[in-house]
T-cell receptor, first 112, second 113 residues
Framework: EAQVTQNPRYLITVTGKKLTVTCSQN?????MSWYRQDPGLGLRQIYYSMNVEVTDKGDVPEGYKVSRKEKRNFPLILESPSPNQTSLYFC???????????FGEGSRLTVL | AQSVTQPDIHITVSEGASLELRCNYSYGATPYLFWYVQSPGQGLQLLLK??????LVQGIKGFEAEFKRSQSSFNLRKPSVHWSDAAEYFCAVGPLGDYKLSFGAGTTVTVRA
């Protein structure tokens, strides 16, 4: 089954404690992206990757890092989380043939 | 720059009634338009998309959308809603064949019995 898998789905942490949200896709897509969803703001892109070792900033990259060492994985790293990073995070991969974005189920992060 | 406006933050509809969700976009060239649905606790799922051809497109779950270039709109409709249609709906626009989609703020649909 084609899917994008994120972990953890839920996480509560404290300010300054580094964390990583993993994302993996099994569709061999080159493009992957991270979004955050906040009420009234829709989805905003954090970072994206066009292929292995190629990443770039989206609209709201501050406070986040990413890496793309393998095609299937695209982890999101919060080196020093702050309360304003409390949000619902989605990973997505893009099917170039159909133009469709495939989304993971989301990771709800709370930073105290 | 591309942008999407969903004027309705929240819509309540009775089960069996019709539903229309509005989407207006701003884009300088031929747009690639999408509607996604997010059920509670789930990721976003593609309902339908438009990039050319017939301006009335059919999607999954009985949804359809109509592209109106003159009005820069891509409204989503369903003739008869089911309780399972309660969800948040997002309209998105992007360049043809490009991954750079812009999403609207979303419309939450509540279905009452």
């Amino acid at each position: 089954e084609a899917q994008v898998t994120q972990n953890p789905r839920y996480l509560i942490t404290v300010t300054g404690k580094k964390l990583t949200v993993t994302c993996s896709q099994n569709m061999n897509h080159e493009y992957m992206s991270w979004y955050r969803q906040d009420p009234g703001l829709g989805l905003r892109q954090i970072y994206y990757s066009m292929n292995v070792e190629v990443t770039d900033k989206g609209d709201v990259p501050e406070g986040y890092k990413v890496s793309r060492k393998e095609k299937r994985n695209f982890p999101l790293i919060l080196e020093s989380p702050s309360p304003n990073q409390t949000s619902l995070y989605f990973c997505a991969s893009w099917d170039r043939a159909t133009g469709e974005l495939f989304f993971g189920e989301g990771s709800r992060l709370t930073v105290l | 720059a591309q942008s999407v406006t969903q004027p309705d933050i929240h819509i309540t509809v009775s089960e069996g009634a019709s539903l229309e969700l509005r989407c207006n976009y701003s884009y300088g060239a031929t747009p690639y338009l999408f509607w996604y649905v997010q059920s509670p606790g789930q990721g976003l799922q593609l309902l339908l998309k438009y990039f050319s051809g017939d301006t009335l497109v059919q999607g999954i779950k009985g949804f359809e959308a109509e592209f109106k270039r003159s009005q820069s709109s891509f409204n989503l409709r369903k003739p008869s809603v089911h309780w399972s249609d309660a969800a948040e709906y997002f309209c998105a626009v992007g360049p043809l064949g490009d991954y750079k989609l812009s999403f609207g703020a979303g419309t939450t649909v509540t279905v009452r019995a």
